[in-house]
Structure formats: structure tokens, C-alpha cells
């Protein structure tokens, strides 16, 4: 399918994480035909980065944002440590009941793709516990995994009701 107007055409995806897109739709971009050079196209980027950058810093340092750090009234502490908030589940026990390395789920809690809380909790089992999902953390599980060749579904998944361990 051509792509004259700037429009891709719809790219396949065969397997889980895996996508095609026709090679016509790359010609564009191989042979050099953008609007403008890639040079003037990356520094104006780098412009765009960094205005948005100045921005972020504005929002935080304006008295608003230390307002808005601050939790709401409604919303319930929980303590960081003793026993593990009864509708909390430890991740790393989630992650093996599910079959998924452990190493992969602290990545993705690394660069924020999975909510948890931190604390120094113990378990029903006195196991010590310092990462827990609720049950935000618990639906944001399930769309990350579900297609991972390792992955076993529990009899819950995809934990999509809150309240449900």
C-alpha cells in the first residue's frame, strides 16, 4: 500500500510483541525525503525537549504544585510496616504466582510502569514484604504480562475488581 499522503498503512502484529509494517512505508525515510533535513528535524526536537523541561521545572517549583504533592484528606494512609494491609499482596509472591521473573517486574516498577507500595511489612506467613501492589497495582499487572509466553493466569485474572487479591 502506497503512502503518498503521509498516512501508514495498518502494521501487523504476528506475536506478542512483535509488529511488521510494509517496507513501502519506510521509503520515505530511507531515501531521504522528510520535510527537512534530519538535523534541523533532531534540533528542533532538542528545542521542544527543553522548553518542556523548563516547564516541568516551573509547574514544580510554583506554590500549586506543593499543594498538590500533598495527599488528599480522603485518600488512607497506610502504615510501612507491620502486617501487610489485608487487600495489599506482595509483588514478588504476584509475580511468582503468575510466573513472571522477578527481576523483570522490579524493572518495570524502576521506570514507573507498575504502581506499588514500599514499606517493611510482614505477610500472613511472617514473611517480610517490601514491595505490595493494591489493587491499582494488581490491574496494571495483568495488560503488562497476560501475552508473555511464561505467564499463568490465575483464577482472578485479570484482577480487574478492586478488592480482589
Known sequence: MGNSEGIFSTPRKPQPNRCEIAVSDLVPFLSGQGEEPLEDRVAALERQVQALERQVQQALSSPEASRAERPAASRKRHATTGPLPRQWVSVLAFAELHRIPQQKVLTHIDISLLPVHRGAWNDH?????????????????????????????????????????
Do not use: I, N, T
Open 125 to 165: 506467613d511472617g514473611q517480610e514484604v517490601k514491595l505490595a501492589f493494591d489493587a491499582k497495582g494488581r490491574q496494571a499487572f495483568y495488560p503488562l504480562y497476560h501475552d508473555m509466553p511464561l505467564f499463568v493466569p490465575c483464577s482472578r485474572c485479570p484482577h480487574a475488581l478492586p478488592g480482589h487479591v
